[in-house]
């Protein structure tokens, strides 16, 4: 009870238990009380409180305590109607419009922000003038008058979730859409819709008692707080009492309802204390896999053609932020990926695993992982595959982690779900793997909230969870960015250590080349969506042909610079993708630039031993064509 209590805080303790005495006054009051709250003596018209009229008595010698008792009835019941009626329809309404196609969807919310600026009191106004004066009319009104703020909620709840790293990661899991909402959608948007419900059931009874007093709701004989108002209203001077207990209630019951509801919210989402809502808009993603063939012998996973796209703002075209890219990773290879914020890391290591992002379109010729050609598979056995056979690990681990649950239901999730590994096998699995990653206390801390955990050990968890289905590549984009140097080397030993225990292979896409160095065997430099050279991590640091290789290793501070000399810094920056540049996308910032740079992508070459590099200026076939270019673009 403490526990509780501790949980839903002062308020909420208030909330929940003025909710259960008002909800019991609505049902019992009009059974018990409806006969002294209806019964007119005009000899004791108009009494002040007494022992006999708590509240004393209206005009007509109505007891005002018992009538604002009964009138709880009506009042909260067309008030939830009408809250029923607005979640009805506005819920799916911005829902639908958060996946909707882009114009549809922008035009869906100017609408919604359009109707959101007019007051809701003086459209139901407006609406009850319309459809006639009536206790349903105005539930209708309310209802219609309030959907646009529902509407507009839903759209952003549905869209910043539907963006999280962790229905990514459930989709990738192959998990139904059912189950995604149930498990993920509800429990985190379910609590800031509990809130929601409750102010609008506060609002309603306002706006329904505001239209009754006007007239344009409940009519006599029937009564609720609103025609109780105007009774008081009409007395105001002589027996202000009687408009006492109708106002009192309806404020009372406002802070009730607002009260639970928060309570309500924090009992779904228990770090709704902890950090407000965020919410970022996102749109559906498409997948257009091409068929094609080859292989690769001996790989874990290969790629070839590979491009992902995006559609332009105006919806006409597409620009594309991985272009034609062939990416082969081995059996128990550690594999970076290095390359400037923006040059397509992330979207080809995704789509590698058949996780692209909402709104992008992948086309591969082939696609390969563990010998399967994945074009001649369907979805879903794909998607299997692919589940179990490789691991995610995203640089923010609390936006991959699903804050309403428990770090070991997380975990056991996949177990339980892909393998049909019984909970509490799968909970001995999660409590290994959390040891195993360097959590101390593991069998307490499995029961424990990502909340509770500090920014490494939801890292290392992230990195446990992959391990659950025993993968066989880990793709890991800059999961030490958000740490300390010294929480980084742990998590990067962790990954190491996994390496050599299980053989599992690592893709691990980081800007920084000193991550790269302590763990990868090999390194790949991506500039513009194209990869611009590929080769082992020493022959990286000490060999590199490619400019813009060079002009990174260039870029990073070591023991031995100078302290009076500035670092380098690549000239320029790199280009946003609608502004890409014809030939080799490094060209414009490339001091080595050629006129032949300008016009073609140079082919991948080998230069040596497992290394390869995109640039003219290292086939020997197109040497005679270089001259200087007059100018370099910075
Ligand atoms: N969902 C998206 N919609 C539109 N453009 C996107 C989307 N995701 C990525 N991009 C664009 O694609 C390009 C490559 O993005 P990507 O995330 O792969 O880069 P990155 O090299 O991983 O960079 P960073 O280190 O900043 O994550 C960028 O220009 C980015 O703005």
């Known amino acids: ?28 009051a009009p059974v018990f009380l409806s006969e002294p709250a209806e019964r007119m003596d005009v000899l004791v018209a108009a009494e002040p409180a007494s022992k006999e009229y708590w509240l004393g008595t209206d005009n007509l010698g109505r007891d005002v305590l018992a009538r604002t008792l009964v009138a709880a009835r009506l009042s909260i019941g067309l008030a939830i109607a009408a809250t029923f009626f607005k979640f009805l329809v506005g819920v799916p309404l911005g ?3 958060a996946i909707a196609p882009k114009r549809i969807r922008n035009l869906g919310a100017r609408m919604i922000d359009g109707a959101l600026a007019l007051p809701s009191i003086l459209v139901a106004i407006v609406i009850t003038t319309i459809i006639g004066p009536s206790a349903h009319g105005a539930v209708i009104a309310v209802a219609i008058a309030g959907m646009p703020t529902i509407a507009r909620l839903s759209f952003t709840l549905s869209a910043s979730v539907a963006g999280r790293d962790y229905i990514h990661g459930a989709r990738n899991l192959g998990v139904s859409p059912w189950y995604i909402i149930t498990r993920h959608v509800i429990p985190n948007t379910g609590d800031t ?3 929601a419900i409750a102010s609008s059931i506060s609002l309603a009874i306002v706006e329904l008692a505001s239209l009754s007093f006007l007239g344009l709701g409940v009519h006599p004989p029937a009564y609720d707080w609103g025609t109780m108002l105007v009774d008081g209203a009409q007395s105001i001077y002589s027996t202000p009492w009687a408009a006492l207990g109708p106002a009192a209630a309806i404020a009372i019951s406002g802070i009730i309802f607002s009260f639970a509801g928060e309570a309500i919210g924090r009992l779904l989402n228990p770090q709704r204390r902890k950090q407000g809502k965020a919410g970022t808009s996102t749109s559906g993603g498409q997948e257009v896999w091409s068929t094609g063939s080859g292989s690769d012998a001996g790989a874990l996973i290969s790629v070839k053609g590979l491009r992902v796209s995006f559609p332009t703002e105006d919806g006409d075209g597409e620009v594309a932020a991985v272009r034609d890219v062939d990416v082969t990773i081995n059996d128990s290879e550690i594999v970076g990926i290095l390359g400037e914020s923006g040059s397509g890391k992330t979207l080809m290591a995704l789509s590698l695993g058949v996780l692209p992002p909402p709104g992008a379109a992948v086309s591969v010729q082939s696609h390969r992982f563990e010998d399967v050609d994945l074009n001649n598979i369907d979805q879903e056995a794909k998607k299997k595959l692919l589940a179990t056979g490789i691991a995610l690990v995203f640089q ?10 428990r770090v070991g239901t997380q975990l056991t999730e996949s177990a339980i779900y892909h393998r049909a590994v019984p909970p509490k096998v799968a909970r001995e699995a999660a409590v290994k793997r959390l040891q195993e990653v360097g959590i101390t206390g593991a069998q307490q801390v499995v029961n424990q909230y990502p909340h509770e955990f500090s920014g490494g ?7 446990a969870m992959g391990l659950m ?9 800059e999961p030490t960015t958000a740490l300390d140097v010294t929480v980084q080397a742990q ?8 390496n050599k225990t299980h053989g599992t292979a690592i893709l691990l896409i980081s800007h920084d080349i000193a991550v790269l160095y302590q763990i990868c065997t090999r390194i790949i430099v991506m500039y513009g969506g194209k990869i611009v050279e590929d080769a082992p991590v020493d022959v990286i640091l000490n060999e590199a042909r490619h400019p813009y290789t060079k002009a990174l290793l260039s870029a990073v501070l070591d023991a031995t610079h100078p302290k009076d000399k500035p670092l380098y810094a690549i000239p320029g920056r790199a280009p946003a993708l609608g502004e890409m540049p014809s030939g080799c996308p490094f060209h414009p910032r490339c001091s080595a630039a050629r006129a032949k740079c300008k016009g073609d992508f140079p082919a991948m070459t080998d230069v040596g031993p497992n290394h390869t590099v995109a640039c003219f200026q290292e086939d020997g076939s197109l040497a005679e064509d270089l001259r200087p270019l007059k100018s370099v673009a910075v």
Request: zero cysteines.
């Open 1 to 28: 009870m403490k526990r509780f209590s501790k949980r839903i805080g002062i308020e909420g303790v208030v909330g929940l238990t003025g909710l259960v005495i008002l909800l019991a006054i609505a049902v019992v």
């Open 193 to 195: 819709f509990a809130v």
């Open 396 to 405: 923010d681990p609390s936006a991959s982690l699903n804050p309403a649950l």
């Open 457 to 463: 050990m939801r890292q290392r968890a992230m990195i």
């Open 469 to 477: 289905n025993s993968p066989k590549l880990i793709i890991a984009d």
């Open 491 to 498: 998590v990067l030993d962790q990954l190491r250590g996994i």
């Open 95 to 97: 829902a639908a419009l």
